[in-house]
C-alpha cells in the first residue's frame, strides 16, 4: 500500500474503527458469503488488509485458523488489543511474510480498491504465492461500469467492472469460480461486488 494511503488511514483509524470496525457494520449478505466461502477451506485464511480486526476475529471464531495482516499499525494495535485470542501482524499486501503455499485461503475485503490497476498483479501475484493449489481468493470491491478511481471517504479509489477483475485475476494463476454484486440504497449508493477465485 501506498505510503499516502497508510498517512490517511492512520489519521482516521479512530473515526474508522468505530464507525465500521465490527460485525455489526457488516452487510448480512456479505458475512453469509464469507463464511460460506471459509467453511470450505483447506487450510489456513489470511485476511489480507484486515483492518481493525473484525473479520479476522470473526473468521477465528468460526474455527478457522486466521491471520490478519494489514499496513495502518493503528489497526494493527486496535486489533491485537480488541481480539487477543486472534494473531495480527503489521505488513504490505505485496510482500507478505507466509511461506509458499502454506494458506487455503486469502481473504481481501475491499482491501485493494486503493491500489493503482498497474499495482495489482503484483499484490494478486503475492496472493498466488502463499496460497496452496487449489486454495481459494474473495475479493471484495466496489463495482462500475468502467474501470475508474472515485473520491473513497479516506483517499482515491477504483471501481472495478467484474469482468475486468476478473481478467487480471485470471492472468495472476486464478480460476474465477463465483460473482457476486448488490446494491445499497441511499442518497451515495455504491454497488458492491465480490469474485471468489480459485489458485490454479
Same mark, same amino acid.
Given at each position: ?68 495482516? &494489514? ?7 486496535? +486489533? !491485537?488489543?480488541?481480539? /487477543? %485470542?486472534?494473531?495480527?501482524? #503489521? =505488513? ?26 498497474? &499495482? ?7 496472493? +498466488? !504465492?502463499?496460497?496452496? /493449489? %487449489?486454495?481459494?481468493?474473495? #475479493? =471484495? ?5 468502467t474501470l475508474e478511481p ?29 460473482t457476486h454484486t448488490r ?7 455504491r454497488p458492491h461486488g ?7
Open positions: 500500500m501506498r505510503p499516502d494511503v497508510v498517512r490517511r488511514y492512520t489519521a482516521r483509524a479512530v473515526e474508522y474503527t468505530a464507525q465500521l470496525g465490527t460485525m455489526a457494520h457488516v452487510h448480512p449478505a456479505d458475512e453469509h458469503l464469507v463464511r460460506t466461502w471459509a467453511a470450505d477451506l483447506d487450510g489456513p485464511v489470511l485476511d489480507a488488509g484486515c483492518g481493525p480486526g473484525h473479520w479476522t476475529a470473526h473468521l477465528t471464531a468460526l474455527g478457522h485458523q486466521a491471520l490478519g495482516v &494489514d499496513a495502518v499499525p493503528a489497526f494493527v494495535d486496535h +486489533a !491485537r488489543s480488541t481480539h /487477543p %485470542g486472534t494473531p495480527f501482524d #503489521v =505488513g504490505d499486501l505485496a510482500q507478505l511474510s507466509s511461506p509458499d503455499g502454506s494458506l487455503g485461503g486469502v481473504l481481501a475485503w475491499y482491501s485493494v480498491i486503493h491500489h493503482e490497476p498497474e &499495482d495489482l498483479p503484483t499484490v494478486l501475484g503475492e496472493f +498466488a !504465492r502463499v496460497l496452496r /493449489p %487449489g486454495g481459494e481468493l474473495l #475479493v =471484495g470491491f466496489f463495482t462500475g461500469t472515485f473520491d473513497h471517504a479516506v483517499t482515491t479509489a477504483w471501481r472495478w467492472p467484474p469482468a475486468a477483475l476478473a481478467e487480471v485475476l485470471t492472468a495472476a494463476g486464478f480460476d474465477v469460480l463465483e446494491s445499497v440504497l441511499g442518497d451515495r449508493p465480490a469474485l471468489l477465485a480459485q489458485l490454479r
